[in-house]
């Protein structure tokens, strides 16, 4: 039953996020960076060509490969800041381990070994850093996930930037270095194929991606952040669950020799990232991952179909790997074993460049996603 009286969809265009206005400027950005990577000739170094407009870039650097990222958080701390509000705790130990899932999520996914991670904290002003509970939770969580991910937190920068962020609030991002070694399991696409099968690992929630929305849904609820989601759960708490890490299960197949041939972090454009890599394959998806709770409730709650869910939250799958098919089972009996639900949930088929969600009806042709 819905907690709300009958409105129009809430879209996350209608929540102030238009990713046809943001993906030109990423494209035209990544055309101007490609021209600069002759710079590392000087250095008797190259680029990986095929890593441009992948989740990181690719050195080569002889005996294995470099890979970086940098990712911010966004949105998802005006959350926290507001349930703290609500209820006096402290929600930045789970929001370090949003920040840092950000980063090495996107980097894991062309094979690489996470192993440096730098902070970047920029407040409204010196006074944010003065609430103990606050800043020893953030502290605390970013150690803590760092353990997790098995890497160094080598430093970082802790700016107060008043009139750029806003008072009393703070600007999250983190940097990942990682390597490729051995360079065998560098994972681009180019052995993805017809046949290959598509192993989808769960999600923990809505991660951080598709928070412009959830907020402006918290504007239309009764008790706004504090409504019950129906499991006896605030939708505020259930928005802050952490962000999976995924490192630990990509390093597990990496030691039991499954190299996945391409992978991909569900983030930003929801399933349509199923479809990252430029190439005319089609994507079928025939088994669908359980939905969590919060994500069920903001699809009923804002009114989305599934064509519109599926292509802006995660939907329940926070990381995809297309793998040989026959290492398929074996990739999601490794991810249960570390704690990580996954299932076979498809296959990767010649034809036009597209997603199929076969159980719902749902469809992506490959311009819904121009990344590069």
Excluded at 21 to 26: A, E, F, G, V, Y
Excluded at 78 to 88: C, E, F, Q, R, S
Excluded at 136 to 145: M, N, R
Aim: hydrophobic letters at 45%.
């Amino acid at each position: 039953m819905s907690t709300t009286a009958p409105t129009a969809p809430l879209t996350y265009e209608q929540a102030g996020v238009n990713y046809d206005l943001i993906d030109p400027l990423k494209v035209a950005a990544q055309r101007a960076a490609a021209a600069t990577g002759a710079h590392l000739a000087h250095h008797s170094l190259s680029e990986v060509a095929a890593s441009r407009g992948e989740s990181a870039y690719v050195v080569d650097i002889g005996s294995m490969y470099l890979a970086s990222i940098v990712e911010c958080l966004g949105t998802k701390t005006l959350v926290a800041d507001d349930m703290a509000k609500l209820t006096g705790k402290s929600y930045y130990d789970g929001i370090a381990q949003d920040t840092i899932a950000m980063a090495v999520n996107d980097l894991i996914t062309v094979g690489a070994t996470p192993l440096v991670v730098q902070a970047y904290w920029a407040a409204g002003g010196s006074d944010w850093f003065a609430d103990a509970q606050r800043s020893q939770a953030l502290v605390a969580g970013w150690k803590k996930a760092c353990d997790v991910c098995k890497v160094a937190w080598g430093g970082g920068e802790t700016p107060a930037l008043a009139g750029v962020v806003a008072e009393g609030r703070v600007d999250l991002a983190a940097s990942c270095t990682g390597i490729v070694n051995p360079k065998s399991r560098l994972t681009l696409g180019e052995k993805l194929g017809p046949g290959d099968a598509i192993v989808l690992l769960a999600s923990s929630g809505i991660h951080a991606n598709g928070l412009s929305l959830a907020r402006k849904l918290a504007e239309r609820l009764p008790q706004g952040l504090l409504t019950d989601i129906g499991n006896g759960q605030s939708y505020g708490e259930a928005l802050l669950a952490p962000t999976a890490l995924y490192s630990p299960v990509t390093e597990a197949l990496a030691a039991a020799g499954i190299v996945p041939h391409y992978s991909a972090n569900v983030t930003g454009h929801g399933w349509r990232k199923l479809m990252r890599l430029p190439r005319a394959l089609t994507y079928r998806i025939d088994a669908l991952p359980a939905k969590t709770a919060v994500l069920e409730f903001m699809q009923r709650e804002c009114g989305l179909d599934d064509h519109e869910a599926y292509g802006t939250l995660n939907m329940g799958a926070g990381f995809a790997l297309y793998l040989a098919a026959q290492d398929a089972e074996r990739a999601v009996e490794i991810a249960k074993s570390l704690g990580v639900d996954a299932l076979v949930a498809g296959h990767v088929e010649e034809g036009p460049r597209r997603v199929v969600i076969t159980p719902l009806g749902v469809e992506y042709g490959g311009d819904e996603l121009q990344l590069r």
